[in-house]
């Protein structure tokens, strides 16, 4: 029951899990997964991505920012 879920949401990074995840900058619907819907990016603690694939995660939103794919930050849209 609640165990089943604590246990999913704690600490399970899902790149980690599924070694065929790739974290890729060109994917926009994946990393659309990390951001908030206001393009910032979602702390691990939320996500459960481990630090190594958090930093790849990072990286590759920052990296999909520049080429224009996602946002950034939109706090003056309200
Ligand atoms: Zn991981």
């Not at 659309?32 to 459960?48: E, H, L, Q, Y």
Request: aromatic letters at 8%; a positive charge.
């Amino acid at each position: 029951m609640f165990e089943d879920l604590e246990r999913k949401r704690k600490k399970t990074c899902r790149f980690c899990e599924d070694k065929s995840k790739i974290i890729d900058y060109k994917d926009e619907r994946l990393l659309r997964r990390f951001i908030s819907d206001r393009g910032k990016i979602i702390p691990r603690r939320i996500t459960g991505n481990c630090a190594g694939h958090q930093r790849e995660m990072t990286i590759a939103i920052k990296r999909a920012r520049h080429i224009a794919l996602l946002p950034f930050t939109t706090e003056i849209f309200r």
